[in-house]
């Protein structure tokens, strides 16, 4: 220790009493002293889907085990709104309260916070930057919000891999996917012996039209008249007993589909004979048990896929495809009807392989016949493993009421 100066033991106490309170002050903790666990809603709001209020409770759960005993990492994940910051300042405040030195930053603070370390006449920028490193507990909020200069990563970095070396306790919240994370990072992330990682998936709490939990992908609100109930086998219209039969086989298929949904349904036809309204009501079936799924029109769907490349879009690409492909229940409307450019059958091939792949439960609507479709589409769509096609030959609903005022 020669020709160090190293402050004496009996000043050790207040130093760090100073330096805990430093970190408070740089923290703004004060101003998220009402982000409490107690003031924190573990099942959300009402009305939430299970999946969602049970993502929402698990990560309530963990978070107050972490900050009953902040060790490792933990890694909040989800939507904006959906209650990441909230818990993550709980942690902070909590450990504070118990007199741990904390710091709480969003990540482009952090960066700002080493950045006017250059200018300051208390402490230079490695005494900042390995305070940072070393500080008991970490918490960085909106992880993926800063600057993606060269500065900012390798700064990041370096802070991350330390404390993923020393195993320093930390807290990180994003709403950014794994995959959408420098691999250096991410490969960190991963790990499982260190990080615990939960993704919420709650709408967000501050937009009370989304307490539905529908997407705003989801065109399903605009079709809420359409249910089982209310759908017609039309057996006043003395349909051939083909396409009554056709028709019928359809209907029963999609209740059973809606009770428990399994593998590829497909409803295929001329336009106006029930196709949409069937899959309309297996959507509104399953949202009324509380798992909405993601409705949507084939060309809107590439729309939105299309929306993401403008640099106002506060989604990116991979995030909105990630959401489209992995949806625990995916209902494409009007396959056949979108723009046929390359661009577009390549991402619905990508859609649907995925989906083939992992046999996530799927219902599909279209007119074409089915050897007008991209065939690699059509040896998905037809593998009767996965697969149900139901061809329902009825004629429009709209056809068939003027013929029976024709007769009338």
């Known amino acids: 220790m020669f020709g160090k100066v190293v402050p004496c033991v009996c000043r050790y106490e207040n130093l760090e009493q100073r330096r805990r309170k430093r970190l408070f002050s740089f923290s703004h903790l004060e101003a998220l002293g009402h982000l409490t666990f107690d003031t924190f809603q573990p099942r959300g709001r009402i009305g939430l889907g299970p999946l969602q209020a049970a993502s929402l409770e698990q990560a309530y759960n963990l978070a107050r085990q972490f900050a009953e005993n902040p060790k490792g990492w933990l890694l909040l994940s989800g939507g904006y709104g959906c209650g990441k910051t909230h818990l993550a300042a709980a942690i902070a405040n909590e450990v504070v309260a118990r007199g741990k030195a904390t710091l709480f930053l969003t990540v482009p603070d952090l960066l700002d916070f080493l950045r006017f370390a250059y200018g ?30 060269p500065w900012a990563q390798e700064k990041l970095f370096q802070i991350l891999n330390f404390r993923y070396i020393n195993r320093l306790p930390t807290v990180i919240t994003t709403n950014l996917l794994l995959n959408e994370i420098d691999a250096r990072l991410r490969s960190r992330l991963q790990d499982p012996e260190l990080v615990t990682h939960v993704y919420i998936q709650a709408p967000d709490y501050r937009r009370p039209m989304d307490d539905t939990g529908h997407s705003e992908l989801s065109t399903l609100g605009l079709m809420g008249r359409y249910t089982f109930g209310n759908f017609s086998l039309r057996e006043d219209e003395r349909l051939p007993k083909r396409d009554a039969e ?74 909105r495809f990630e959401e489209i492909r992995t949806a625990p229940l995916l209902i494409l409307d009007d396959l056949g009807t979108q723009a046929t450019t390359p661009w577009a059958r390549e991402k619905l091939y990508q859609l649907f392989n995925y989906r083939y792949t992992s046999e996530l439960p799927t219902v599909i609507t279209t007119a074409l016949p089915m050897e007008e479709i991209d065939a690699r589409l059509r040896s998905r769509m037809l593998d009767s493993r996965l697969s149900r096609l139901f061809m329902i030959s009825a004629p429009p609903y709209y056809a068939s009421r003027r013929r029976t005022k024709k007769r009338t």
């Open 120 to 149: 300051s006449q208390e402490e230079t920028f490695e005494e900042r930057f390995e305070e940072i490193r070393q500080v008991p507990l970490l918490v960085l909020d909106d992880f993926g919000t800063q600057s993606a200069t």
């Open 246 to 319: 056709s028709l019928r086989k359809a209907f029963e298929a999609a209740r059973a589909f809606a009770e428990a949904p399994s593998g590829w349904l497909i409803f295929t036809g001329p336009y106006g004979n029930g196709k949409t309204h069937l899959a309309a009501a297996i959507a509104n079936y399953r949202a009324g048990m509380g798992y909405p799924p993601l409705f949507v029109v084939v060309p809107d769907l590439l729309d939105h896929l299309r929306a993401t490349f403008n640099p106002n879009s506060t989604v990116t690409y991979d995030r």
